[in-house]
């Protein structure tokens, strides 16, 4: 009964046109955009407008939600799905959006700074002028916003683990193996991984899948030269290689820069 309204629902959603001030928030604040293949572009609009419909965002300390915060946030969200579904975000209940260029737990005072979070109850907690500053780069390979929603969709299996739900039983063996072996090097300090990967992702495994995810998408090329058998399992899961839109790899100078 519920699957049956919410198609009926999203029909509804798609035969409204995409507003011309989304497609100018999009081409003005999210410069991946504007890299994409004019098909993966047109589904990402899509998925963009079922995402701000469907899911509920709350502005914290005094932040009041805008269509900009909703459909930037929404476009980093989608990016993740262009090749996947949409239902990998049916346990995220809401967004919360912080005015802060950091955030900071009011009891874990030893963690940190932090610019946003994913909590395992459905709720992904942003830092606005994070997720600008990550989007407004696209090729540093550093996205609160991709970082965030990679958390969420590994936990779409029930569990921060690095391990998402992957499309074929028979690929968990591989995954976990390649996923193993690289988090160990860049735990050891491997040079390779250090090319392609934030030091953050050492921290435990399921930073490791959301800063991979984060190199993915944003250092395709550089990542598919240093480290293939990483490169080859997130493109297997996420289901394209990024680099067949133009991308930022075209223009990355000196691959030993950190
Ligand atoms: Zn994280």
């Given at each position: ?14 035969a ?6 989304w ?9 991946f955009y504007?890299m ?24 914290a ?6 269509d ?10 989608a ?7 949409l239902?990998?975000?049916?346990d995220?209940?809401?967004?919360v959006v ?12 030893d ?5 946003g979070?994913a ?27 991709t ?14 683990d690095?391990?998402?739900p992957?499309r ?10 390649v ?5 160990t ?7 390779a991984?250090?090319r392609v990967?934030?030091m ?6 399921a930073e490791f ?13 550089r ?9 080859e399992?997130?493109?297997r ?22």
């Amino acid at each position: 009964m519920f699957g049956w309204w919410r198609r009926r629902r999203r029909r509804r959603i798609l035969a409204q046109p995409f507003p011309t001030a989304w497609e100018e928030i999009l081409r003005r604040k999210v410069r991946f955009y504007g890299m994409l293949r004019p098909d993966r572009a047109e589904r990402l609009r899509k998925l963009i407008q079922i995402f701000v419909a469907e899911k509920p965002f709350f502005g914290a300390a005094g932040l009041e939600i805008t269509d900009e915060i909703r459909v930037v946030v929404a476009a980093a969200a989608a990016r993740l799905v262009l090749h996947l579904d949409l239902s990998l975000y049916d346990d995220l209940r809401e967004v919360v959006v912080y005015p802060y260029e950091a955030l900071r737990h009011p009891k874990r005072r030893d963690d940190g700074p932090f610019l946003g979070e994913a909590h395992s109850f459905g709720t992904v907690v942003l830092s606005w002028p994070a997720v600008e500053a990550g989007l407004a780069n696209p090729c540093d390979g550093h996205d609160t916003a991709t970082h965030e929603f990679a958390h969420v969709l590994d936990h779409a299996d029930g569990g921060f683990d690095g391990t998402p739900p992957l499309r074929a039983r028979e690929h968990y063996r591989a995954w976990a193996e390649v996923m193993a072996r690289r988090f160990t090097r860049l735990r050891g300090g491997g040079r390779a991984e250090r090319r392609v990967l934030r030091m953050y992702g050492a921290k435990n495994e399921a930073e490791f899948f959301a800063v991979a995810t984060e190199a993915f998408f944003e250092r395709p090329e550089r990542m598919r030269r240093e480290t293939p058998d990483l490169y080859e399992e997130l493109r297997r899961f996420f289901g394209f290689a990024p680099q067949e839109d133009p991308s930022c790899d075209q223009t990355d100078p000196a691959a030993d820069r950190s």
